[in-house]
């Protein structure tokens, strides 16, 4: 059974940093692309960034590209979103998601997946 457990969140100054982690199981996590996604208040789920199966590739949703990293541990089933430079805009919930497709074109499977875990609230004030 999947699940995905996201943290980290909080609130946070504008300029301000955060480092959300994400744990995995149920599933091989070795071998999935990880992404990271986000949902503000009233708009649709986007994509945010992305991460290949052994982390040496990373893509970016240009709203964040420059100011977010996304890295991963595969010994800790984990995947992580360092985001610095906060802004407004980035106020959301954020989520993790895994598949087996490219990492460049996870954007694009925003809507397809089944399974969400609860998310963590980011809330970056001005």
């Known amino acids: 059974q999947v699940q995905l457990v996201e943290s980290g969140g909080g609130l946070v100054q504008a300029g301000g940093s955060l480092r959300l982690s994400c744990v995995a199981s149920g599933f091989i996590f070795s071998d999935y692309t990880m992404g990271w996604f986000r949902q503000a208040p009233g708009k649709e789920r986007e994509f945010v960034a992305s991460i290949s199966f052994s982390g040496g590739s990373t893509y970016y949703w240009l709203s964040v590209k420059g100011r977010f990293t996304i890295s991963r541990d595969n010994a800790k089933n984990t995947v992580y979103l360092q985001m610095n430079s906060l802004k407004p805009e980035d106020t959301a919930v954020y989520y993790c998601?895994?598949?087996?497709?490219?990492?460049?074109?996870?954007?694009?499977?925003?809507?397809?997946?089944?399974?969400w875990g609860q998310g963590t609230q980011v809330t970056v004030s001005s």
């Open positions: 998601n895994a598949d087996q497709g490219p990492l460049a074109t996870m954007y694009r499977r925003t809507t397809t997946y089944q399974y």
